[in-house]
C-alpha cells in the first residue's frame, strides 16, 4: 500500500546537525499529514514534527527552534533537519503518515517507516 523510506541517521557530536528524508511510495494519490517521531531507548515513541499538507509544521516543545520540518508534495518527501542536536536527542526516528487519499476517494492510514538512529554523544 504505501511504504516508506527514511534517509541514513547518524552519529553526531553534541551541538552537530543532521538532515533526515523520508519517501513516500504507493498506490495513492495525495497524502495528509507526513511527519516525524522518535523513540529512546526505555521511553515511549514521541511526537517531533509533523507537517500538514498545505505545508504547515507543528513541533514538539522540546525540539521546537532547533529543528525544521518541511515536505516536497511533488516528491512526496518530507524532511527534518536537525540542528543544535543535544544527547537526550538519541533515539529512533520514524516516519509517519496518518492518512492518504486514492482518486476514488477511500483511504488508508497510519503508515509507519522503518526507523532511522540518530546518535548524540556529549
Known amino acids: 500500500q504505501v511504504q516508506l523510506v527514511e534517509s541514513e541517521g547518524g552519529l553526531v557530536q553534541a551541538g552537530g546537525s543532521l538532515r533526515l528524508t523520508c519517501t513516500a511510495s504507493?498506490?495513492?494519490?495525495?497524502?495528509?499529514?507526513m511527519g516525524w517521531y522518535r523513540q529512546a531507548p526505555g521511553k515511549q515513541r514521541e511526537l517531533v514534527a509533523v507537517v500538514s499538507s498545505g505545508g504547515v509544521p507543528t513541533y514538539a516543545d522540546s525540539v521546537r527552534g532547533r529543528f525544521t520540518a518541511s515536505r516536497d508534495n511533488a516528491k512526496k518527501t518530507v524532511n527534518l533537519q536537525l540542528d543544535g542536536l543535544e544527547p537526550e536527542d538519541t533515539g529512533v526516528y520514524y516516519c509517519y503518515v496518518d492518512r492518504v487519499y486514492r482518486t476514488d476517494f477511500s483511504y488508508d492510514y497510519d503508515f509507519w517507516g522503518q526507523g532511522t538512529q540518530v546518535t548524540v554523544s556529549s
Open positions: 504507493g498506490q495513492f494519490f495525495t497524502i495528509n499529514n
